[in-house]
C-alpha cells in the first residue's frame, strides 16, 4: 500500500509560482509512475502531469510550458513546480501513484489564482 501527502498549496496570484510536493509512504523506486491531477469546482478530475519510473514525462497540453513535473527518489517525492500561473488553474491539486496495478490518490492542496 502507498500513502500519499501533498503540500505546497496556496493563493497565488496570476503570474506567480508554487511548487506542489507529493511525498509517499513507499520507495518511490518501486512505484511505477506518478502523477499530478486537479479537479475545479463543477469538473471532472484531469491529469496535469506524470512522470514514469523511467522519469519520461507528460503534460496537458494546457499546461506545457509552464508546469514541470519531478521525481527524487532518494526523497521519495515527486514534485509540480508551476509556473505563470493563470486563474483557469485553480483547483484542488492530488497526486496519484501506480503501484502493482494498483491506483493511490493523496488527499489534495487547494491552489488558488486569483489577485
Known amino acids: 500500500q502507498v500513502q500519499l501527502m501533498e503540500s505546497g498549496g496556496n493563493l497565488v496570484q496570476p503570474g506567480g509560482s508554487l511548487r506542489l510536493s507529493c511525498a509517499a509512504s513507499k520507495n518511490t523506486f518501486s512505484i511505477n509512475a506518478m502523477g499530478w491531477y486537479r479537479q475545479a469546482p463543477g469538473k471532472q478530475r484531469e491529469l496535469v502531469a506524470a512522470i514514469s519510473s523511467g522519469g519520461r514525462t507528460n503534460y496537458a497540453d494546457s499546461v506545457k510550458g509552464r508546469f514541470t513535473i519531478s521525481r527524487d527518489n532518494a526523497k521519495n517525492t515527486v514534485y509540480l513546480q508551476t509556473n505563470s500561473l493563470k486563474p483557469e488553474d485553480t483547483a484542488v491539486y492530488y497526486c496519484?501513484?501506480?503501484?502493482?496495478?494498483?491506483?493511490?490518490w493523496g488527499q489534495g492542496t487547494q491552489v488558488t489564482v486569483s489577485s
Open positions: 496519484n501513484a501506480i503501484s502493482g496495478g494498483i491506483n493511490y
